[in-house]
């Protein structure tokens, strides 16, 4: 099984982009489902996650701006973001967590211009 981000591209300050991660298959054993990023220059972020059971966190950077969800039926889980900053800018990766091992995608580039 292979995990495909999209939804990445240039966005002015202020605007919008919605992240899709698609798995290709199904996946058993799920625990959760979390965006990650890295912006140039820095280690690995983490951004977000929803748990199986609905739980939802966020870092506090993006608290109010940023919502996860996901649609089990299309296999598919999402980042929506609104109010984007320049700090924003970075590669976005997805991550499925399963209490077998992790599932990665290839990452979507997010580049917010001030």
């Known amino acids: 099984v292979q995990l495909q981000a999209s939804g990445g591209g240039l966005v002015q300050a202020g605007g919008s982009l919605r992240l899709s991660c698609v798995a290709s298959?199904?996946?058993?054993g799920v625990w959760a489902r979390r965006w990650y990023r890295q912006a140039p220059g820095k280690e690995r972020e983490w951004v977000a996650t929803i748990v199986t059971n609905g739980e939802i966190n966020y870092v506090d950077s993006v608290k109010g701006r940023f919502t996860i969800s996901r649609d089990s039926a299309k296999k598919t889980f999402y980042l929506q973001m609104n109010s984007l900053e320049p700090e924003d800018t970075a590669v976005y990766y997805c991550?499925?967590?399963?209490?077998?091992?992790?599932?990665w995608g290839q990452g979507t580039l997010v580049t917010v211009s001030s």
């Open positions: 991550n499925i967590n399963t209490k077998y091992r992790d599932y």
């Open positions: 298959g199904s996946i058993n």
